[in-house]
């Protein structure tokens, strides 16, 4: 878990949700921890303020089975194929406990978040944020330009996700993700 104690704030950056563009904010507010996708929360922290980073489930999925194809030489496999042969093995991430399902962690969290960070949005839902708004500055507008507003996951770059799926397919993310649409307000017909 990404957390300051000095203000209170934990920060949830599951796997494909543009962590490594808000570990630079993190960083310029001296986060005692950057673990990225680590769950695990500090002692006594109930009383944080809760941020978490969420995608739009069905380009999370493309976006991580991208990564495994990367990494481990999928070139064989195609997305559809990978989602049904893998979906309920995809608990874990490099061998460290990662929720692929953002909502079963948030949910069992004893509160909701107070802040949620939609990739999509992600420029305009961080700067809705108290502790960003109270502390812009010149450095900190210099991390939003390099890392933000740059960022390769924003809806406005690219729809190469949509092509991988159909009818089929999206019904059977939706009915497996189906919170996590609900909780962070996706569209079910996102895809098209």
């Avoid at 630079?24 to 986060?31: Q, T």
Wanted: charge should be neutral.
């Amino acid at each position: 878990m990404n957390y300051s104690h000095k203000n209170k704030i934990l920060w949830f950056t599951p796997i494909r949700t543009a962590s490594r563009a808000c570990v630079p904010i993190m960083e310029y507010f001296n986060f005692d921890s950057t673990k990225y996708h680590d769950e695990n929360f500090p002692k006594d922290s109930d009383d944080y303020v809760l941020i978490t980073n969420v995608h739009n489930p069905y380009k999370r999925l493309v976006s991580i089975f991208k990564m495994f194809e990367e990494q481990k030489n999928l070139s064989n496999v195609s997305f559809h194929d990978w989602i049904h042969t893998n979906l309920k093995n995809l608990n874990k991430h490099n061998q460290n406990p990662h929720q692929l399902w953002i909502s079963k962690f948030i949910l069992s969290f004893k509160k909701k978040p107070d802040y949620i960070v939609r990739v999509e949005n992600i420029e305009e839902d961080l700067l809705k944020i108290k502790f960003i708004q109270e502390n812009m500055s010149k450095e900190l507008k210099k991390i939003f330009s390099e890392n933000i507003k740059t960022n390769q996951y924003r809806e406005d770059n690219f729809d190469y996700w949509k092509k991988e799926y159909d009818e089929s397919l999206s019904n059977y993310i939706f009915d497996n993700f189906r919170n996590d649409f609900e909780l962070f307000g996706y569209d079910k017909n996102s895809w098209k």
